[in-house]
């Protein structure tokens, strides 16, 4: 029988895996020197762990080729980790692109893995937790024509003081702005205190002052019921898969909203959404879908063929803890990574109807670049069996995930799953193409029918998408300024064997 334990990071043990032992036969045991420094040992690690969980392993050398050891020569040890980390994940080709998969763009980072130190700098965790706490002023800006609020998160100082997408920012700190002024706005919403005079909706005029503070969020930014010619559309904007504890309460009671009005389309607004744990993404998925869908398959994880035929013995090396911090019990020993189901059966996931909406015929997400991980995840899912279009631009692609492992005091997050829907289908390193291009516009709250994307949608499913389609318009570009958002994938419900 399949006992379900959940992931937890490591946080009271620093783990090293670099040892060397004359028998290289011991597949138990990793092959390195058994003296050096603590840095150079924390690069052997990442190496070790990599050459058995990372997904395209296989393009690794051999330990002496790879010299983990060369990457101690930098300004710090973060970016000694980080600068070996992106040597590794540039190895293997994606013979689609002749890049590497996990090829960015941007020297020295990584497309999806990454290092987290337990602070923000260089990490992809943001101030926002996946827990739905925060830490900072609670808004994002965008210059673009003008400059204008992104987004508010609710529970934040800035929501206390009334601020919404859309509302135009005039002065900061009593200083005037423009667009010219992205680095003071940067600069201003990196402090721990803050004013602002902006013109709201309405074009009323007022002066706030914001201060950092910790909140509890919500991440359903918006949820409302919006007219298509004669059909009601359910229109939910998603901050991020947040746990499903945090999540699961405001998505059921968005979608309780939409079955009592009987809608018929979804516009699920994914445009900032980076991602986060894949149980939440099912639990969307399972909202969406119908009851006709139960048990067809959802989802499968492809993890390397060492972890699916438990050849991964570097894993005994990462204890699991409940969700409470407690070590779990299994088989007469501490469970660790290494009693996981690694195995295809093991991770093909099915749908399982959440709720009572069944009325929905066609779903229309609303896509940006900032579109990842567990929302393409969303969509990919449900395209094999539902009617699914994509408005906006272009997605980030990312069809991987991963879960952290704990090397001294980091948490080192690489590539190591693939995901593919029920037609085999998750090829989209390069990400997603919108059906309907449609530039986003922060002039606009979410839920307006009136924004850019939405009217898009809205057109689409009244079956008139020749009307006001947001990507016929000339669009100065967005620059998005303020606090960083998580961007991944973490696998958060995994089986022992």
Known sequence: MKQTLFIALLSCATVFVACRKDHDTDTDTPVSPTEGTREQFTLDSIYLYAKQIYLWYDALPDYNTFNPRQYATGSSVLTNYERELYAITQLKTNPGTGYSYEYSGYAGTPKYSFIDDGSLTGARLGTVSLADKGDDLGLSISIGADVRIRYVNPGSSAALAGLQRGFRVTQVNGIAVSTSSSSYIQSALNGSNMSMTVVDNNGITSTVNLTKTKYTTNPVWKDAVLTAGSQKVGYLAYSRFSMLSSSQAPLEAAFNIFASQGVTALIIDLRYNGGGYTQTAEELINLIAPSTLKDKTMYIEYFNDLMQNGKAPILKQQLYLDANGHT??????????????????????????????????????????????????????????????????????????????????????????????????????????????????????????NENCIAAALNYISGHPSGKVGGAKVETPLIHLGPPSFSGMIEDRMHTK
């Open 328 to 449: 779990v019990d299994y088989n007469g020993h501490k469970a660790t990574y290494a009693d996981l189901d690694y195995s295809i059966g093991g991770n093909t996931y099915k749908f399982s109807k959440v709720g009572t909406l069944n009325t929905v015929k066609q779903v229309v997400f609303i896509v940006s670049g900032n579109t990842a991980s567990a929302s393409e995840l969303v969509i990919n899912s449900l395209k094999p069996h539902l009617a699914v279009k994509l408005v906006g631009s272009q997605t980030y692609g990312k069809p991987v995930g991963f879960f952290g492992v704990k090397i001294d005091a980091y948490t080192v997050y690489m590539s190591n799953f693939y995901m593919q829907n029920a037609n085999g289908d998750g090829n989209y390193f390069q990400g997603m193409t919108p059906d309907i291009a449609a530039s986003d516009d922060v002039t606009h709250d979410f839920g307006d029918a």
